[in-house]
């Protein structure tokens, strides 16, 4: 636990912690995995929105109790291992950096996707290699960097919503109505991954006055923003493309400007959609590695990983073989696996999140029963009707993380934070 003297201040009210939680939230996802839902849900796009936003509140809220419990950095990395048991915890870890190292991968390739569609790749690999760079020198986004792209993804989803939703619709194409409830299941784990970074929220615990009765209340208000502008979105783009158009789209929101009748402003939401993807690149590229690097001070992976640059002062081996791992993964996948495989594995995370957060106390602030139980079945029942690639690529790397924990566990356990 943090001691007084290193404590952080509780500096944040409510308005300030619903600004972190959708500027969390409300970034590169949105551009990136509308298209692959579609092509699942089809015209059931907005009830899977529905389930996934059901499902990261749950996950939210179940992190945010425990988040007031452990107020230390880590997260389910933390609250697995002890309510659980180091294993449980160690596993939570693995399949954050194995699931975000995906994710970024998908906003690689969604900067691919709107930059230069026909060399997407190429250009994900490029941008990678650029942000490792930038983070291996120790810069970071400021806070009011982070502002000022939240600022502009919400005016870019703007111009897309009144455009879409008062522009021409006759290029509107649909698919042919199979869809069932597997294909709306699937839908939501791969809209789960626009969610993602509701967890913000939940990490505030000792930074937010009066933690118990602001995070839950912060949490609700910035998931409903965020599932209000994603709706629009969906409307806009369904009202436009169809969801034929939609679920073939490589740059789905640049190509509903275009479709409406404004092809001029095309450009606009190319930039927007790799400006935001790019930021969102550079904070999930510093979270992994930052949790690598946790991990291996903590005897859970490479001692290698555990060090610090001299100058820099970042973990700049972690930061190199994240950046590797990232780059392989957007030269390999395509977006929709790339997307399937992380929110599978982060959908674990959070079932980790929940079922630790089941075994909370009144006395710790135990969140409505309902709450974990709802978000541990969602976790697993939604993770399992991702695409079926996806899925048995998450499991293989978390039976690789189980055995690796077997063959290098730790004579002694890790200290708790």
Not at 111 to 138: K, L
Not at 177 to 183: M, N, T, V
Not at 406 to 412: E, K, R, S
Request: proline share 5%; with cysteine.
């Amino acid at each position: 636990m943090a001691t007084h003297g290193d404590a952080l201040q509780r500096r944040l009210g409510l308005t300030d912690s619903v600004i972190v939680g959708l500027g969390s939230m409300v970034g590169a996802g949105i551009f990136a995995a509308l298209a692959p839902a579609a092509a699942a849900a089809g015209s059931w796009l907005l009830l899977a929105l529905a389930v996934a936003a059901l499902l990261a509140y749950c996950n939210a809220t179940s992190s945010a109790r425990l988040a007031a419990r452990y107020p230390v950095s880590g997260g389910t990395y933390v609250y697995g291992r002890e309510r659980l048991g180091a294993f449980w915890g160690y596993l939570a870890g693995w399949g954050f950096v194995a699931g975000k190292t995906a994710s970024c991968a998908a906003m690689a390739l969604t900067v691919g996707g709107y930059a230069w569609p026909e060399q997407s790749r190429a250009v994900a690999v490029a941008a990678v290699v650029a942000i490792t760079a930038i983070n291996y020198t120790g810069v970071q986004k400021s806070a009011l960097a982070t502002r000022v792209i939240v600022t502009m993804v919400l005016a870019v989803l703007a111009l897309v919503v009144g455009v879409g939703l008062f522009g021409t619709h006759s290029a509107a194409t649909t698919l042919p109505d199979r869809i069932g409830p597997r294909g709306v299941l699937e839908a939501a784990g791969l809209l789960f991954f626009a969610f993602a970074g509701y967890a913000r929220i939940a990490t505030l615990g000792e930074e937010v006055r009066d933690p118990q009765r602001t995070i839950p209340r912060a949490i609700i208000i910035a998931l409903g923003l965020a599932l209000a502008v994603y709706a629009l979105v969906a409307v806009a783009a369904l009202a436009t493309l169809g969801s034929a158009g939609l679920a073939h789209a490589t740059d789905p929101l640049a190509q509903v400007v275009s479709n409406a009748g404004a092809p001029g402003l095309a450009p606009v939401i190319r930039v927007g959609a790799v400006l935001a993807a790019a930021g969102s690149l550079l904070a999930l590229i510093l979270g992994v590695s930052r949790t690598a690097l946790a991990m291996a001070r903590d005897r859970y992976l490479p001692g290698a990983l555990a060090a610090v640059h001299p100058r820099f002062g970042v973990p700049h081996r972690a930061e190199l073989a994240v950046g590797a791992l990232v780059a392989v993964v957007a030269a390999t996948f395509d977006l929709r696996a790339a997307i399937g495989f992380s929110s599978f594995t982060v959908l674990v995370y959070y079932l980790i999140a929940n079922v630790s957060a089941a075994t909370l106390t009144e006395a710790e602030n135990r969140p409505p029963r309902w709450v974990p139980a709802v978000g541990a079945a969602g976790c697993v029942i939604v993770g399992l009707s991702l695409p079926i690639e996806s899925a048995l690529t998450g499991l293989a790397i978390l039976a690789a993380g189980a055995g690796w924990y077997a063959i290098h566990t730790p004579t002694t356990p890790p200290l708790t934070s």
